[in-house]
């Protein structure tokens, strides 16, 4: 089943910095999750201005709890950098 996680950063003045500094952890846990096919596109959401204020990813799991299990060590999430979370089963389309 897919899923589509979109997660926003905090606001404060070192949001950016926090991401920053976990960023390489959480580019090396998606890379795992990519090669295990639990990974199927993502990346940043950006301001107006280009600059990095969230995150949109899309997985695939057996279930929601198998996801929820596995974003327990998100860095992003056990770091902080993420304050607000929102996913919903998704489908991603098929075309020819």
Do not use: C
């Amino acid at each position: 089943m897919q899923f589509l996680l979109l997660a926003y950063d905090g606001t404060d003045p070192e949001a950016l910095q926090r991401r920053l500094k976990v960023r390489e952890e959480h580019l090396k846990k998606i890379s795992a999750l990519k090669k295990a096919d639990e990974f199927l596109l993502g990346g940043a959401i950006l301001d107006e201005n280009g600059k990095m204020i969230g995150s949109m990813i899309v997985y695939d799991f057996p279930d929601r709890k198998s996801l929820e299990e596995r974003l327990k060590d998100e860095p992003y999430l056990t770091e902080g950098v993420w304050e607000k979370m929102e996913i919903q089963p998704f489908r991603l389309a098929k075309l020819e």
